[in-house]
């Protein structure tokens, strides 16, 4: 038996429409699955910074994998993909962690194949390559927060929150430090300039049209992903 750590996404550490969909396709004779909880704020700057939530969720995930005795699966939706992409990326260890599997990938390299035909576009908080782990992903045509054109301002808005949160201070130094080290992503280059005037309809992806959330249902992207894992997970 194959245990799937799962991270969901932002403000929904105990799962949400999504992730769930996606869990209960997962083949049961192979797979059991259980929500990384204990440790995993899921916020956005409510108790503790975007930053700060995801250095601790890859924490918890790191213990959670630890207290399997078997192999493991390792995913999540939205902000829980960014930490479980991290995870394959920088901790994981391939003779355990056989596959990772991410539903709206924030961090997405667009370079990458996705399960379902990749939409172009990458992850709104930049690109992140994992080399080590077999990783499936999917990413809804016109989610901003996975399939972001490189020249869309919005890129600018998870630059700036990454460190919102109640001590105003700590957010303004690091986005301060983000300036001086040039770690800012750089929408406003010339060559992205066809991008520029796309960020209301984005936008609108992300607020209005349900192209983070429930397009990943009734498409059918969820089934895929989870068919792909039980196809290619072994």
Same mark, same amino acid.
């Given at each position: 038996?194959?245990?799937?750590?799962?991270?969901?996404?932002?403000? !929904?550490?105990?799962?949400?429409?999504?992730?769930?969909?996606?869990?209960?396709?997962?083949?049961? /004779?192979?797979?059991?699955?259980?929500?990384?909880?204990?440790?995993?704020?899921?916020?956005?700057? /409510?108790?503790?910074?975007?930053?700060?939530?995801?250095? #601790? $969720?890859? &924490?918890?995930?790191?213990?959670?994998?630890?207290?399997?005795?078997?192999? +493991?699966?390792? $995913?999540?939706?939205?902000? $829980?993909?960014?930490?479980?992409?991290?995870?394959?990326? !920088?901790?994981?260890?391939?003779?355990? +962690?056989?596959?990772?599997?991410?539903? @709206?990938?924030? &961090?997405?390299?667009?370079?990458?194949?996705?399960? !379902?035909?990749?939409?172009?576009?990458?992850?709104?908080?930049?690109?992140?390559?994992?080399?080590?782990? /077999?990783?499936?992903?999917?990413?809804? *045509?016109?989610?901003?927060?996975?399939? #972001?054109?490189?020249? !869309?301002?919005? =890129?600018?808005?998870?630059?700036?929150?990454?460190?919102?949160?109640?001590?105003?201070?700590?957010?303004?130094?690091?986005?301060?430090?983000?300036?001086?080290?040039?770690?800012?992503?750089?929408? *406003? =280059?010339?060559?992205? =300039?066809?991008?520029?005037? %796309? @960020?209301?309809? *984005?936008?609108?992806?992300?607020?209005?049209?349900?192209?983070?959330?429930?397009?990943?249902?009734? %498409?059918?992207?969820?089934?895929?992903?989870?068919?792909?894992?039980? %196809?290619?997970?072994?």
């Amino acid at each position: 038996m194959i245990d799937v750590l799962w991270l969901a996404g932002t403000f !929904n550490p105990q799962g949400e429409g999504i992730s769930d969909d996606f869990l209960k396709r997962l083949d049961p /004779k192979r797979f059991r699955y259980r929500y990384v909880t204990d440790g995993y704020f899921a916020d956005y700057g /409510k108790v503790v910074s975007y930053a700060e939530s995801a250095r #601790l $969720g890859e &924490l918890a995930l790191d213990r959670a994998v630890r207290e399997c005795r078997g192999a +493991v699966v390792v $995913g999540g939706y939205s902000q $829980g993909a960014a930490i479980a992409g991290n995870y394959a990326a !920088n901790w994981a260890d391939p003779r355990q +962690v056989l596959g990772c599997a991410l539903i @709206a990938d924030p &961090l997405r390299d667009g370079s990458q194949p996705t399960v !379902n035909p990749n939409p172009g576009g990458y992850g709104i908080g930049g690109q992140r390559r994992i080399h080590s782990v /077999k990783t499936l992903t999917v990413a809804a *045509w016109g989610d901003p927060i996975t399939s #972001l054109p490189a020249g !869309n301002y919005l =890129r600018s808005i998870a630059d700036f929150s990454e460190f919102m949160g109640r001590d105003v201070n700590a957010w303004a130094v690091n986005v301060l430090s983000k300036i001086v080290k040039g770690q800012l992503q750089p929408w *406003w =280059r010339w060559s992205n =300039r066809r991008d520029w005037a %796309e @960020a209301g309809r *984005w936008l609108r992806g992300y607020t209005t049209d349900s192209r983070h959330t429930a397009a990943y249902v009734t %498409e059918g992207l969820t089934r895929q992903l989870a068919d792909a894992v039980n %196809e290619e997970i072994r």
